[in-house]
Nanobody
Framework: QVQLVESGGGLAQPGGSLRLSCEAS????????MGWYRQAPGKERELVAHTVIGGKTNYADSVKERFTISVNNAKNTTYLEMNSLKPEDTAVYYC??????????????WGQGTQVTVSS
């Protein structure tokens, strides 16, 4: 089982910045991809950013040029740098990891979510 622990959410003013972190721990063979999703009140969960380890990265159109996803492979940690924040970025942000278990079974895990609120 892999556990994801997120941190870094909070309150920011419009135009401000926040950095989210998500560390994966537990028994696994290898992480294949990590991503960030968000869910605003009354809306469905949506992709924010996703990166394949050693491969492609993609972003939701609404966050391109403002958010950056990165991964520290040695620490099994992904980060989401969020700049030029807007009130519509307000949501609970969830980390996701796609990995192979130690028995080489493809699996995925979700973090508990961290609240991001953008308001003046």
């Amino acid at each position: 089982q892999v556990q994801l622990v997120e941190s870094g959410g909070g309150l920011a003013q419009p135009g401000g910045s926040l950095r989210l972190s998500c560390e994966a721990s537990g028994m696994m063979f290898r992480i294949e991809a990590m991503g960030w999703y968000r869910q605003a009140p009354g809306k469905e969960r949506e992709l924010v950013a996703h990166t394949v380890i050693g491969g492609k990265t993609n972003y939701a159109d609404s966050v391109k040029e403002r958010f950056t996803i990165s991964v520290n492979n040695a620490k099994n940690t992904t980060y989401l740098e969020m700049n030029s924040l807007k009130p519509e970025d307000t949501a609970v942000y969830y980390c996701n990891a796609q990995y192979y278990s130690r028995s080489l079974r493809p699996s995925d895990a979700w973090g508990q979510g961290t609240q991001v609120t953008v308001s003046s």
